[in-house]
Structures are given as C-alpha cells and as structure tokens.
C-alpha cells in the first residue's frame, strides 16, 4: 500500500485516524502498532514473518543490553550486542544481497569454464530501513543512552510505524523513546499541524515527481547508439528533480503522518540542491540517513580523531556502504565510492567550507549541482555500461537532438512542470517549505496552508484517482 494510492487516502487513513480519535489514550500505541502491521502486511504479504521475527529477536535482546547501575557484565552485554547486530546485518544480507552474490559467483566461475546455479530472493519492503531502526535501539540502549522499552506494543509501535516503516526517515531510538510512553492528549491539534504536511509532501510526489517520471524512464532506457547529448542531459536533469520531489514528497506525507498520529519525526531534507559543497549536500540530502552512518559507523570507527588518514579511511567505508545500503548493484557502489572520493578530495583540498564570496558560492553551487547530477546518472542507469555512455554524451556536445520516444514523453505540460520544479536549484538555503507549513503562525503560513489543502489536495487527488501516480521511488531500497 503506498500512500499515494486511493486505497490508503479514502479508506485507511481516516479509518485510522478514526481509531486513534476513539481509542483511550492508553491505547493510542496499540491503535498505530496494528495500523501499522496491516499497512505492511498489505504490501509485504508473507515477509511479514520476517518482520515480526526481527522484532521479537531485538525487543528481546534489548532487555538484556541495558547497562547496571555499578557497570557489572560489560563483556556480556558487548558479545550480546555484536550478536544481535550480527543478526540483523545477516537477515539483511541474505534477502537484500544473496541473489547479487549469486549472480557474482556465477560470473567468476564462468570466467574459469565453471557454471554455478543463480537464484533470487523476493526483497521485503523496507528491510533496509527496519534493520537500521533495530540497530539503533540496539545500540542506544546498550551505551545507556535511553532505556529499553518494557512495553512490547511500544516497540511494535516504533519499528512498524507506518509513517516511516518503509523508506523513512530513520529514527533513531533515542529521538523517539521519550515521545513512546506518552499518552498523546492533543489529538485534533496533532492533525491540523500534521495535514498541511502530508499534503504538501502529496502534491511534491503526484503533481511534480510522477509527471517527471515517464520523462527520465523514457531518457534512460534509450539504447547506446541512439543516445544523444539532448536525451542525455535531458535524462539527467529530469531524474535528478524527480528523485528529489519523490523522496523529499514520501519524507514530508511520512512527517506530516507522524504527527497526526502523535510523534514528531526527524526532518530528512533541507533544501539540498542549495548546497556549495558535495559535504554541504549529504549535511541536507536524506539527514537521517547521513546521522544514522555518523553515530554508528563513523565515530565508532574513529571519525576525524586518529589523524587524516584514518578519517579519510572512516568516510570511504561509510560511502561504500552507503552506496550498498541502497541496492544490491554495481551502480549504487559505484555512486557511493563517487561520493566519498568527492568529499574526501573536498576535506584535503580545504574546499569543505562555505567559501565568502557571493561569486565564489555562485560558482562553486553550480558546480557541486553537476558533480550531484553525474552521481544520479550512476545511481538512475540499469547498469555501469548504460551510466557511461549517458555521461560520454553529456560531455561531449552533438547536433543531434531528442528521439521519438523522448519527444513524445517531455510534453508541453511536462516541459513547464520540469522548467517549474528546477526554480528549487536558485532557491536560498533557509528553512524547507514543509517546516514552513507545519509550523509558522503568520497569516502567510496560514494562506499557504489553505491553497496546499484546498488546490494542491484536489488537484493531487484527480491525479491518484485518475491511476497517474507511480510507487515512491526509495521503496525499492
């Protein structure tokens, strides 16, 4: 079930928020533990099992993990820990990374005159951020940074929220676990702030990111010899907005869900392509991710404390694996190593801070919107061969221009939607529109809201209605 499908708009949601409004404030976990459950079961069918498995293994390890009051059994709790980690990484491994491995094996057999059997593993929705939740508290609890949940229905509640459960934003246990035992009293208050959100976060997603699809698919899947520097960059420009207005769009309708049922959700972006350094641009591009890598990888590798060449090691293997983190394929390792070289490169050459001057930040804005863009070219292409020929041809102008296929796909109204949707590129690097619309009190705030709940709504409805939407692009990590 996605959220922007009729089924979860018309029936699910109100039934839910329904619920929650009748429900005593005792049980408001249970209502969004269940919610949450038949929201996944909906999509991820038997793979529930997996889920549900996960969650009894880490709820109950939690318990476990706590520290004492004197520090007593610390190599316990530790093995107990790099156990349960070891748990959730192979769960991961397997249904994420075992059909890739499979084909990998094969293909280095093949080059000796051996043949090894291949195999494929249906992907779980939202594995790879539920593992990261489970690691999170995990963690947390053991270096007794928040205490472990005593309610199995809390935890449930956390894991499985449905705002978040299947491509974020990655809450950390310890943004989340004073906000659990809470008995929420502000209920109608907590949807009129959440709403504008959600619809905000629906009309990014419907009106601007599934308009651009048919546009960047169509710019991808052109064959090699009739690719050209039009499509290529036409490709490019188009992915790169649309991959924005969809996971920002899924991160807005996830927060703004979260707070019509009670919880207050990480932001996940902030104006990204506004960044002047590619460090600047993972400082605002999928936050939670980049924190969730930061206090669990990078610090307990090291971080920048054991001198420069071990800090620029601890930022390879985060970019490594946060190129992995996204798919079992070449192209996202490749785009992870891309990106880590680039600030890597950026930390030596002293070029990771804000530079002074309005030219300069011009400038080196511009720059850094090309370096991201050749880094989507990698993530978007169906493979490494099809990402270099897509970048040879950007780089190397022809008088050729769109095909048939492309010219049909970039409309006169996808043309204005696209042309519309770059203006964020020249936006200023202040607060997002979605923290706007949740939480300014000015008349203007107040306006904004009515025109995204009034046109953005009804406009965005037609669309879903009409079956023009598409699922949200991060689900498939």
Same mark, same amino acid.
Not at 89 to 101: I, Q, R, S, T
Not at 343 to 362: F, K, Q, S, T, Y
């Given at each position: 079930?996605?959220?922007?499908?009729?089924?979860?708009?018309?029936?699910?949601?109100?039934?839910?928020?329904?619920?929650?409004?009748?429900?005593?404030?005792?049980?408001?976990?249970?209502?969004?533990?269940?919610?949450?459950?038949?929201?996944?079961?909906?999509?991820?069918?038997?793979?529930?099992?997996?889920?549900?498995?996960?969650?009894?293994?880490?709820?109950?390890?939690?318990?476990?993990?706590?520290?004492?009051?004197?520090?007593?059994?610390?190599?316990?709790?530790?093995?107990?820990?790099?156990?349960?980690?070891?748990?959730?990484?192979?769960?991961?491994?397997?249904?994420?990374?075992? +059909?890739?491995?499979?084909?990998?094996?094969?293909?280095?057999?093949?080059?000796?005159?051996?043949?090894?059997?291949?195999?494929?593993?249906?992907?779980?929705?939202?594995?790879?951020?539920?593992?990261?939740?489970?690691?999170?508290?995990?963690?947390?609890?053991?270096?007794?940074?928040?205490?472990?949940?005593?309610?199995?229905?809390?935890?449930?509640? !956390?894991?499985?929220?449905?705002?978040?459960?299947?491509?974020?934003?990655?809450?950390?246990?310890?943004?989340?676990?004073?906000?659990?035992?809470?008995?929420?009293?502000?209920?109608?208050?907590?949807?009129?702030?959440?709403?504008?959100?959600?619809?905000?976060?629906?009309?990014?997603?419907?009106?601007?990111?599934?308009?651009?699809?048919?546009?960047?698919?169509?710019?991808?899947?052109?064959?090699?010899?009739?690719?050209?520097?039009?499509?290529?960059?036409?490709?490019?420009?188009?992915?790169?907005?649309?991959?924005?207005?969809?996971?920002?769009?899924?991160?807005?309708?996830?927060?703004?869900?979260?707070?019509?049922?009670?919880?207050?959700?990480?932001?996940?972006?902030?104006?990204?392509?506004?960044?002047?350094?590619?460090?600047?641009?993972?400082?605002?591009?999928?936050?939670?991710?980049?924190?969730?890598?930061?206090?669990?990888?990078?610090?307990?590798?090291?971080?920048?404390?054991?001198?420069?060449?071990?800090?620029?090691?601890?930022?390879?293997?985060?970019?490594?694996?946060?190129?992995?983190?996204?798919?079992?394929?070449?192209? !996202?390792?490749?785009?992870?190593?891309?990106?880590?070289?680039?600030?890597?490169?950026?930390?030596?050459?002293?070029?990771?801070?804000?530079?002074? +001057?309005?030219?300069?930040?011009?400038?080196?804005?511009?720059?850094?919107?090309?370096?991201?863009?050749?880094?989507?070219?990698?993530?978007?292409?169906?493979?490494?061969?099809?990402?270099?020929?897509?970048?040879?041809?950007?780089?190397?102008?022809?008088?050729?221009?769109?095909?048939?296929?492309?010219?049909?796909?970039?409309?006169?109204?996808?043309?204005?939607?696209?042309?519309?949707?770059?203006?964020?590129?020249?936006?200023?690097?202040?607060?997002?529109?979605?923290?706007?619309?949740?939480?300014?009190?000015?008349?203007?705030?107040?306006?904004?809201?009515?025109?995204?709940?009034?046109?953005?709504?009804?406009?965005?409805?037609?669309?879903?209605?009409?079956?023009?939407?598409?699922?949200?692009?991060?689900?498939?990590?």
């Amino acid at each position: 079930m996605s959220f922007a499908t009729p089924l979860f708009l018309w029936y699910f949601l109100p039934a839910t928020l329904g619920c929650l409004l009748l429900a005593p404030r005792s049980a408001r976990n249970a209502v969004v533990a269940v919610a949450s459950l038949v929201f996944y079961a909906s999509g991820a069918g038997g793979t529930t099992a997996l889920l549900l498995g996960c969650i009894v293994v880490n709820f109950l390890a939690g318990r476990r993990l706590e520290p004492d009051e004197w520090g007593l059994d610390r190599s316990r709790r530790r093995y107990l820990l790099g156990g349960v980690i070891a748990v959730n990484l192979a769960v991961l491994g397997v249904w994420k990374y075992a +059909g890739f491995a499979s084909e990998q094996a094969a293909v280095l057999a093949g080059w000796f005159g051996g043949h090894l059997p291949t195999f494929e593993v249906v992907l779980p929705i939202g594995i790879s951020f539920y593992t990261f939740h489970h690691i999170s508290y995990v963690v947390d609890v053991y270096r007794g940074e928040r205490p472990a949940l005593r309610d199995p229905v809390a935890f449930v509640a !956390y894991i499985a929220m449905f705002p978040q459960l299947v491509a974020g934003p990655i809450v950390r246990y310890r943004e989340i676990a004073d906000q659990l035992p809470q008995r929420r009293t502000h209920r109608l208050d907590d949807i009129a702030a959440g709403f504008p959100r959600f619809a905000w976060g629906l009309s990014k997603k419907v009106i601007v990111a599934d308009s651009l699809a048919p546009v960047s698919d169509a710019a991808f899947s052109t064959s090699a010899d009739d690719m050209t520097f039009a499509i290529a960059w036409v490709g490019a420009v188009a992915y790169t907005v649309q991959l924005y207005f969809d996971f920002s769009g899924y991160s807005d309708m996830a927060i703004g869900l979260g707070r019509m049922l009670g919880f207050r959700l990480p932001e996940n972006f902030a104006r990204p392509y506004s960044s002047v350094t590619v460090t600047e641009f993972w400082q605002r591009w999928h936050m939670s991710l980049s924190r969730w890598f930061r206090d669990y990888v990078y610090i307990p590798l090291g971080g920048n404390r054991n001198g420069t060449v071990r800090t620029y090691r601890n930022l390879a293997i985060v970019f490594v694996l946060t190129g992995f983190w996204h798919g079992a394929a070449w192209t !996202y390792l490749v785009w992870g190593v891309f990106h880590g070289a680039l600030l890597v490169i950026e930390r030596a050459a002293g070029l990771d801070r804000r530079p002074a +001057g309005v030219n300069a930040r011009i400038a080196r804005r511009a720059g850094t919107m090309v370096l991201v863009l050749v880094g989507w070219v990698f993530f978007r292409a169906p493979d490494l061969g099809s990402a270099v020929v897509m970048l040879g041809h950007m780089f190397v102008p022809d008088v050729a221009g769109l095909n048939a296929v492309v010219e049909a796909a970039l409309t006169n109204q996808r043309t204005l939607i696209l042309l519309a949707a770059l203006a964020v590129v020249l936006l200023p690097a202040g607060a997002g529109t979605g923290t706007y619309l949740e939480a300014a009190r000015t008349r203007a705030a107040t306006g904004a809201r009515v025109g995204v709940m009034t046109v953005g709504v009804c406009y965005a409805g037609l669309l879903v209605a009409s079956g023009s939407f598409s699922p949200f692009l991060y689900y498939q990590f």
